[in-house]
């Protein structure tokens, strides 16, 4: 079996895959696959929620390399399906339809972040990237600049009275090859925000972070293009937001933002150059909670539509909104959803097959998470709702190339056992264990991407990376 690398340190927030077509995640739109950030498309959009702040990042990034697997626990190695194409099996260096080959790398690493992958340091390969939530319990202050993280021990729990911290950010350089290099920037005076996203806002060719402060605030942090970045730059915002997306929904070439939070759906329309006019696509009504948001195109006419998760107590429903490509939406008939607690998984498209949106939802009767999906048709209609699997054990699926194949694949991520779902549609095989171990997951955001660049995809933990080893 090929060796891995100590995962060092890892931190980060949208879900980046391969994908065949594009991907809108809630940061940023890839292809065939979206997913919401609060998140891809062969077409995808995936989405999660969870909370980020971020405000301005000091000095160059210094840190010590990660060393060689000698820290790494292995997990079982579990075929789901059969193999469609000769070869030797795990570890004969060939991604094959149907094989499961995966290792689990355990790292120290900060809990309490929301994660996303990206090529931060454009040496080419993916690197992962985390904000603090900027609170923790009283604690000698730590030297300014860069830290390495690599002997820092993790922070205590949270007490009722913590002051407030200075917010981190956090890099892991990628080398390629599922090793990492860590540093720790502090972000002065940081907002703590609802969520995270990633993409080139100004357009000068290096990644940004787009997060919130927890109030009516979008922030903007630019990348330098060597994994650092600079200080955070606010636009206002009518409300606080819960969920934000990143693409280019009036067709200018310039990446965009829509968010959803107390005061309804806002667009920021970006100008380019780092610039945002806000515009209210949608106010307060008497409907539940925008919760969680995924820019996809639906009705596959080349502009980025809104799918919504919206949700409280008594009622649960999926908002659209279609976009008609100059930046104005016009909704469409939301559709119910068992009432509970409900996750946008992701809406994915592949080639030749349908296009779907992944939810999951937990059923009070049952007392169990579902994975829920349903078809979209080709005029961006939903339609009726499909049990995918019956007990998918925890609200956290991420859709991804688990193995060899060209079409979308699900991770069921219910430790101690990790089960993948290999060509997941609405009548998907059983899904078979992948993985087993102590993950932890890393607040309410996944990330996943090709960490190892072999052609299969990786999943970030809070404790390590699930490394793919054909």
Not at 249 to 278: N, W, Y
Request: with cysteine; net charge negative; aromatic share 6%.
């Amino acid at each position: 079996m090929r060796a891995v690398r100590d995962a060092g340190l890892f931190v980060g927030i949208v879900l980046a895959c391969s994908p065949p077509e594009a991907v809108t995640s809630g940061s940023e739109v890839t292809g065939g696959l979206s997913t919401s950030t609060g998140g891809e498309s062969a077409d995808a959009s995936t989405s999660a929620g969870g909370s980020t702040s971020g405000s301005t990042s000091t000095g160059e990034a210094t840190g010590s390399s990660t060393s060689a697997a000698s820290s790494t626990t292995t997990s079982g190695v579990s075929t789901g399906a059969e193999t469609t194409t000769g070869g030797g099996g795990c570890g004969d260096g060939l991604a094959e339809e149907g094989e499961l080959c995966f290792d689990f790398v355990e790292a120290e690493l900060f809990p309490g972040v929301l994660q996303a992958t990206a090529d931060f340091n454009e040496d080419g390969h993916l690197d992962v990237l985390g904000i603090s939530d900027g609170f923790c319990p009283a604690q000698p202050a730590p030297a300014p600049g860069i830290w390495d993280l690599t002997a820092a021990p993790a922070p205590p729990p949270l007490g009722p009275l913590a002051p407030r911290c200075p917010t981190l950010l956090r890099t892991a350089e990628g080398d390629g090859l599922g090793g990492f290099t860590p540093h720790l920037h502090e972000l002065l005076d940081a907002p703590s925000g609802r969520t995270l996203a990633v993409a080139d806002v100004d357009g000068d060719g290096h990644v940004d972070v787009i997060t919130s402060e927890g109030g009516p605030t979008l922030v903007v942090l630019p990348g330098v293009g060597d994994g650092t970045f600079e200080a955070g730059v606010t636009h206002p915002s009518p409300g606080v937001l819960s969920d934000l997306a990143a693409g280019d929904v009036d067709g200018d070439g310039d990446v965009d933002v829509i968010a959803v939070g107390v005061a309804g759906i806002t667009s920021f329309l970006g100008d380019g150059g780092g610039g945002f006019t806000p515009a209210p696509v949608a106010g307060l009504d008497d409907g539940p909670e925008r919760r969680e948001i995924i820019l996809f195109d639906l009705d596959d006419d080349g502009a980025l539509d809104l799918v919504i998760n919206r949700a409280d107590a008594v009622n649960s429903e999926i908002e659209r909104w279609f976009g008609v490509g100059d930046g104005g939406f016009v909704e469409a008939k939301a559709t119910p959803v068992e009432p509970g607690m409900n996750r946008l998984v992701a809406a994915a498209r592949t080639p030749s097959d349908p296009a779907y949106l992944f939810v999951t939802a937990f059923t009070y009767d049952a007392k169990q998470w579902s994975l829920l999906g349903l078809e979209i048709d080709e005029d961006g209609g939903l339609g009726p709702i499909e049990v995918v699997v019956e007990d998918a054990s925890a609200a956290e699926v991420v859709l991804g190339r688990f193995d060899g194949g060209l079409r979308w694949d699900a991770m069921l991520l219910s430790p101690p056992e990790l089960r993948a779902i290999l060509e997941v549609n609405l009548d998907p095989p059983p899904p078979a264990v992948a993985a087993e171990g102590s993950f932890a997951l890393p607040y309410e955001r996944v990330p996943v991407g090709d960490l190892n660049e072999d052609g299969v995809d990786d999943v970030v933990f809070g404790n390590g990376v699930l490394l793919s080893n054909p």
